[in-house]
């Protein structure tokens, strides 16, 4: 079973290109999310969505931008890449949009983004 | 804002057991998750607490008091595999995850 998937693994990109990162869950989950990680920080919640065709500002939205087309695809867009978006990136998601916290995130197995 | 407090780093020996504690602020609290995170790999659910008192799931059991802000993770009989980051995660009052930064753990023979 795939569960979610993101692509790519790793990137290396010039400061000022943009990029998206892309995650695909087959589980049917309504909610699903983008946190980035960084070394002696917790995961930081970048945008999520309830349900598909919504989406909302998490921790640190600056610099990205989402979409939710579909329940299955949540992408996240760097329109202009900055050294300090240099993260490991997750995505995830959880069955129910209702009662965020109280659902498993399951989660993907993230993209390494270096931006020089 | 909300804070989360865990060590950064436990040393222990196999078979042995360790506990890894998590304090976090009280207002708006709506749950406490822990997650298994190995080096290089994406975090997996352990437990989940919203009542006070100890779950149990094999070697691993999770507590907590809601009085007190105070979770930890108990990990019995441990095992080379168990060495990785263990991340504790509040559900705040909007239902959004508030992530320690992990501990740390390194298991020794």
């Known amino acids: 079973t795939a569960g979610i998937t993101q692509a790519p693994t790793s990137q290396i990109l010039a400061a000022g290109r943009s990029m998206t990162l892309r995650c695909t869950q087959d589980m049917r989950h309504n909610a699903m999310y983008w946190y980035r990680q960084d070394l002696g920080l917790g995961l930081r919640l970048i945008h999520y969505?309830?349900?598909?065709?919504?989406?909302g500002k998490g921790e640190v939205p600056d610099g990205y931008s989402v979409s939710r087309a579909n329940t299955d695809d949540f992408p996240l867009t760097l329109a202009s890449a900055v050294p300090s978006q240099t993260s490991v990136y997750f995505c995830a998601s959880s069955e129910s949009a209702g009662g965020l916290g109280r659902d498993t995130q399951y989660f993907g197995p993230g993209t390494r983004l270096t931006v020089l | 804002g909300q804070n989360i407090d865990q060590p950064t780093e436990m040393t222990a020996t196999e078979g042995a057991i360790v506990q890894i504690n998590c304090t976090y602020q009280?207002?708006?609290?709506?749950?406490l998750f822990w997650y298994q995170q190995h080096a290089g790999e994406a975090p997996t659910f352990l437990s989940y607490n919203v009542l006070d008192g100890l779950e149990e799931k094999g070697r691993f059991s999770s507590f907590l008091s809601r009085s007190k802000g105070y979770s930890y993770l108990l990990l019995k009989e441990l095992q080379m595999k168990d060495s990785a980051s263990y991340l504790c995660?509040?559900?705040?009052?909007?239902?959004?995850?508030?992530w320690g930064a992990g501990t740390k753990l390194i298991i020794k023979p």
């Open positions: 995660a509040e559900v705040d009052s909007n239902y959004q995850l508030i």
């Open positions: 009280t207002s708006g609290f709506n749950g």
């Open positions: 969505s309830n349900t598909a065709g919504t989406t």
